[in-house]
């Protein structure tokens, strides 16, 4: 495994390296069509990874290494294709632009599935998950009405953000009730950090996130309650058109779920396997 710090716009370098290997495997007629459009294949050499390393216990830096669910998984997933990762650490909001501006080939980000997303970028299942909302200790609020009129804070481009801008104002429309005030912040961390100088009243994230952040805060934070709001799959992402890649990526899945890989990184991180109706539901959200 191996890991570059936030890099610059470098529009072929992640996928010319895909490339490179492909073409020795292939011969020099596939070099000449896999000009800068994205990787060609599924099998040896390094896939560049976009990966937001600032989102535990999804993804996060250990001792100055990626660490965290997603790295575990594309460690394993990787070692079944005969590829090594290399972590390309980007900020959220930025990192569907790097995958198409072909600066990595995959995204593992706790990437939820939605209608918009797959517009621009393919993506693999691989778990599910969903929101919950982070109120301070002691906050009065109890349910996703308390919200109405406050400030509500999430993570810029996700679709935590969506949550706190339409789905519960749309809430408080319904109950009569005042506007939610929905701001965004280009980390997880610092909206939680928001939350804590009393600039927001709350904070939407995944559910994981959450509780991770909860546990960490020695009674200081609290979720609003335990439901878990909106399940939602989760995917890796390539670039349209890469189906190699793709598939390259569901067959070494396959091979995880076949000898108990899968299942053993799902339950040490409380996550669930994608049900099909969930996938279903997420991909027209």
Known sequence: MTHSPAPSPR?????ARFRRFAAFAAGAALLATAACGGSDTGSGGDL????DLTYPPYDQREDGQPAGFDVEFVDAMTEKMGMTPDYQDVRFAQIIQGLKGNRYDMVASALYFSAERLEQVDMVPYFQTGSSIIVAGDSDATELTDLCGRSVGA?????????AAEKIPSLCDEAGEGAVDAREYPTDP???SAMRAGQVQATVTDAAVAADVVES????????????LWPTAVGLAVNKGNDELRASIEQAIQEMKDDGTYERLLESYNLEPVDDRVLEESKNS
């Open 155 to 163: 993570l810029t481009g996700s679709v935590h953000h969506d949550a």
């Open 190 to 192: 610092e909206a939680t």
């Open 11 to 15: 529009p072929c370098s992640g996928s």
């Open 48 to 51: 560049s990874v976009g990966i």
């Open 217 to 228: 805060s020695d009674g200081a934070l609290k979720l609003l309650d335990d439901e878990l």
